[in-house]
């Protein structure tokens, strides 16, 4: 699994500038980690909120070049309420990477376009056990199947 957040977060960490374009930097370096790891057959999990199209075409762009299939997974929380409470809680603890607001959260909603490809949406309001078993079947696995087709999956949150 590459995440988005982590490299931005490591690059600030290096000393490279808030103010510079770290955020589309980040997913370039999540691009080039994941198309080595295609490139000797290993499947890839992309954590990232993929708002903007340009992103999102990113990972079609991989998926194509490397020949294997791309499965986008699209996670929400549709109580709003619930929603809030589990930001301002969250913990992730990546150095030098602070969580979103909740105005930064409504802010992406407003202005990234709606999804237009195939794609598993999930409900973080759902028991977690009926939404990996959801994941596992929309990704044509069973839940003890360590391996199968070559897949790129992204995670939007």
């Given at each position: 699994m590459l995440g988005v957040d982590q490299a931005q977060a490591?690059?600030?960490?290096?000393?490279?500038?808030?103010?510079?374009?770290?955020h589309h930097a980040a997913y370039l370096v999540a691009e080039a980690l994941a198309a080595e790891q295609l490139a000797i057959g290993h499947d890839v999990i992309i954590d990232a909120v993929n708002g903007p199209e340009h992103a999102r075409d990113r990972w079609r762009r991989l998926a194509y070049r490397s020949q294997v299939e791309l499965?986008?997974?699209?996670?929400?929380?549709?109580?709003?309420?619930?929603?809030?409470?589990?930001?301002?809680?969250?913990?992730?603890?990546i150095e030098g990477f602070p969580e979103p607001s909740w105005d930064e959260i409504l802010r992406g909603r407003n202005q990234?376009?709606?999804?237009?490809?195939?794609?598993?949406?999930?409900?973080?309001?759902?028991?977690?056990?009926?939404?990996?078993?959801?994941?596992?079947?929309?990704?044509?696995?069973?839940?003890?199947?360590?391996?199968?087709?070559?897949?790129?999956?992204?995670?939007?949150?």
């Amino acid at each position: 699994m590459l995440g988005v957040d982590q490299a931005q977060a490591a690059m600030w960490r290096a000393g490279i500038n808030h103010s510079e374009p770290t955020h589309h930097a980040a997913y370039l370096v999540a691009e080039a980690l994941a198309a080595e790891q295609l490139a000797i057959g290993h499947d890839v999990i992309i954590d990232a909120v993929n708002g903007p199209e340009h992103a999102r075409d990113r990972w079609r762009r991989l998926a194509y070049r490397s020949q294997v299939e791309l499965k986008f997974i699209e996670v929400h929380c549709s109580d709003e309420q619930l929603h809030r409470r589990r930001l301002a809680a969250r913990v992730r603890q990546i150095e030098g990477f602070p969580e979103p607001s909740w105005d930064e959260i409504l802010r992406g909603r407003n202005q990234f376009p709606a999804w237009t490809d195939n794609r598993l949406t999930l409900d973080t309001v759902n028991a977690r056990p009926g939404n990996l078993k959801a994941v596992l079947d929309y990704l044509g696995r069973d839940q003890g199947q360590e391996t199968a087709s070559r897949s790129a999956v992204h995670d939007r949150r």
